[in-house]
C-alpha cells in the first residue's frame, strides 16, 4: 500500500524554524513530485511549493521565497519541509502530497496526502 | 498565477439531491490540469477528479466532472450523507499550482 507518513505536530516561538518530514512507502520514491499544501485554521488550502525527488530540484510558491526550503533524501524516501522565521499566521496544518501520472505521462492530481503535521506557533 | 474562483461559497443541500459547484480560472487551464478535491475536519484532502473529468481510483460514479478552458464544474448527482463536506478545485497545469478558495456543501 502507497503511505505518506509525516512528523509529529511542532510547537515553535516566532522567528523560529520547522522541519516537518514526510516518509512515503508502497512505491518508488524518486518516481514523483511531491508537494507540499497547508490550511491555516479555518482557511482553504494554500499550495507551498514543490520537490523533484530524483534530482532535488524544486519551485516554490512566491509567497514563501526566501523562508521555505523542500529537500530529500532518496536513501530512506523522506522529504523534508523547512520553514524559517516562523510567525503567528504559520499557525497551520501542513500536508505533503505526491503528484500521480498515468501511463501517458499525463499529470493525474494530488493522489496520495501524509496526514498533516499541525504547526503551532505563539509566543 | 492563475486565480481559481469557486461559488458559490456555501451550498445547502439535503441528503438525495443534486449539488453543483463551479471553478473560474482567470486564464485558461493547460490541457486540462484541473482537480477537485474534498476536505472534511481533521482529514486530509481527497483527490475525486483529475484532468477536469476523469474520476481517481474508487471515487463512486455519482462524483462527475466536465469543463474545459476557463470554466470547471464538480457536480454530485445524489447527495449522500458522507459528501457533505468543503470542495476545492486546483489547477496544477502552470509552474504555480493553485486552489480554489473552496465550496462548503452543508446539510440544509
Known amino acids: 500500500q502507497v503511505h505518506l507518513v509525516q512528523s509529529g505536530a511542532e510547537v515553535k516561538k516566532p522567528g523560529a524554524s520547522v522541519k516537518v518530514s514526510c516518509k512515503a512507502s508502497g512505491y518508488t520514491f524518486t518516481a514523483y513530485y511531491m508537494h507540499w499544501v497547508r490550511q491555516a485554521p479555518g482557511q482553504g488550502l494554500e499550495w507551498m511549493g514543490w520537490t523533484n525527488p530524483p534530482n532535488g530540484d524544486t519551485n516554490y510558491a512566491q509567497k514563501f521565497q526566501g523562508r521555505v526550503t523542500m529537500t530529500r533524501d532518496t536513501s530512506i524516501s523522506t522529504a523534508y519541509m523547512e520553514l524559517s522565521k516562523l510567525r503567528s499566521d504559520d499557525t497551520a496544518v501542513y500536508f505533503c502530497a505526491r503528484l500521480s501520472y498515468d501511463s501517458s505521462g499525463y499529470y493525474s492530481g494530488l493522489d496520495v496526502w501524509g496526514q498533516g503535521t499541525t504547526v503551532t506557533v505563539s509566543s | 498565477d492563475i486565480v481559481l474562483t469557486q461559488s458559490p461559497g456555501t451550498l445547502s443541500l439535503s441528503p438525495g439531491e443534486r449539488a453543483t459547484l463551479s471553478c473560474r480560472a482567470s486564464q485558461s487551464v493547460t490541457i486540462s490540469y484541473l482537480a477537485w478535491y474534498q476536505k472534511k475536519p481533521g482529514q486530509a484532502p481527497r483527490l475525486l477528479i483529475f484532468?477536469?473529468?476523469r474520476r481517481a481510483t474508487g471515487i463512486p460514479d455519482r462524483f462527475s466532472g466536465s469543463g474545459s478552458g476557463t470554466d470547471f464544474t464538480l457536480t454530485i448527482s445524489r447527495l449522500e450523507p458522507e459528501d457533505f463536506a468543503v470542495y476545492y478545485c486546483q489547477q496544477y497545469g502552470s509552474s504555480v499550482p493553485t486552489f480554489g478558495q473552496g465550496t462548503k456543501v452543508e446539510i440544509k
Open positions: 484532468g477536469a473529468s
